[in-house]
């Protein structure tokens, strides 16, 4: 890639960062007037209210062209990367740097990022491991997919690992989901996006239910049978608590519910559970070899 | 689930006749707070600069853009969970006399009985929802304790605040105290 490219990079993540901050994805929007349809049929007023209220926050947001929400979130960076690039990892890895640093000064957002002991303020929302940036190859390709996520706290607190045993088997993991929602409550700004991560290692768990909770999109289901089972069965249940949109009770509790998962050991049965806000905020764009943009 | 619209300061009269479910939304003024500032309050004993008596007090830390002379404009102003300044609530009934906290995410059992004591409410804002409150809050009027930025004491002149939802009320009753009930009733009744 040449010199160029990377100044493209950069701008690209300093646009995806703003992007997913002010304008809601078609499928998270779509969830959420789903959500406003189900609370008007139940005649709960004070549901309703409040998914009334979240689309005219979006509307509000897309007309002042501003943040849908004040929290900037940590900025999560998947690049898919084309293997007939030959892209500098490590120069990519500094354009996006440089993106959320531009995109915190030149809009200006706050910034979130501290040291975890002394608690200093970078004053760019990026420091050591920040932005994360999640890398994937794509054999045969000469393209470059950006996907961002300024990823917001209130959810991200609410994360849970258990490493089960394997005879506590689905019916643990269900239990466990469920206990998840209920210590989150009112937190995580429900409806939620529920990311769930099942086997692999700890560590994996926890990065596939992050993924699961803020990469996939609402609707979709996981193309093992199994998994996109427990899916539907899950967001059932999860709706059925009555937690409701801000926890003040109703019918919508969760948007989506997603599951990824990997294999795991003979002696394991790892869940890790990862929340999203009813923002769902992420946005996406690819550069071509040529350098054309296009956003998605 | 009657709907209201208040001008600031509230009375105690006012505020105790909320219901749990009723809809509130403000005109006037309002004070943003957040954890750094109530630390200085309460852990370090500064009196805040400002009377906060008839108040209500939102749970924020602000985005905003300094200008040039000094003042500040709003860039993207939202709500943080409260339920991390719970401890605080009771004390900014009892000695300052704010009669209404707006938040996302509830309080605990201690504030939902100083409400009851010292008649106060807890206004759940629809959390996320930055762009309304942004447009909502028309002016930063003051701040205080600008070393503490972004969480300093503020003062925000807004026009019809809200939708708030009263989510406690100043009878000791809690909506999601009463949600969480039926939601572990749920669960349990799952497996």
Known sequence: MTDSLYDIIEQVGRDLYLRALKDIPADVRRGIREGLEAERREGNRTAEQVMFTILENIKTAEEQDTLVCQDTGTPIFKVRVGSLLGVDIPRLEESLRRSCERATREHPLRSNSVHPLTRKNTGTNTGQGIP?????????????????????????????????????????????????????????????????GLGGTADLAMSLAKEASTFRQIGSSN???????????LLEKINQTGLGPQGLGGATTALGVHIEWAHTHITQNPVAVNIQCWRGERAEATIAADGTVTYL | MATHVLETPLTETAVR???????????????????????????EGVPPPVDLTGSVCL??????????????????????????????????LETYGVRAIVGKGGLLEGSIEAMKRFGGVYLAIVGGAAALETLQIEEIEEVWWEDLMPECLWKFRVKSFGPLIVAIDSRGNSLYRQVQAQVRERIDSMF
Do not use: W
Not at chain 1, 135 to 147: M, N
Not at chain 1, 175 to 189: D, H, N, Y
Not at chain 1, 223 to 233: I, Q, R, S, V
Not at chain 2, 24 to 36: E, K, S
């Open chain 1, 132 to 196: 994360i940036i999640k890398l994937e190859f794509a054999p045969g390709s000469d393209r470059l997919d950006i996907q961002m996520a300024p990823k917001g706290s209130g959810s991200e607190n609410m994360s849970f690992l258990r490493m089960l045993n394997p005879a506590e088997g689905v019916r643990g993991i269900k239990r466990f989901v469920l206990e998840c929602i209920f210590e989150s409550g009112a937190r995580p700004c429900p409806p939620m996006i529920v990311g769930i």
């Open chain 1, 223 to 233: 193309p093992d049978p199994e998994a996109a089972a427990l899916e539907k069965e």
């Open chain 2, 59 to 92: 749970h924020t830390a602000p985005g905003v853009r300094r200008l040039p002379n000094g003042r500040y404009e709003k860039v993207s102003i939202g709500t943080t969970t409260s339920t991390r300044m719970d401890r605080f609530v009771p004390g900014l």
């Open chain 2, 17 to 43: 006749r909320l219901e749990l479910e009723d809809t509130v939304t403000i005109n006037g003024t309002i004070f943003g707070i957040r954890d750094a500032t109530q630390i200085r309050i309460f852990d």
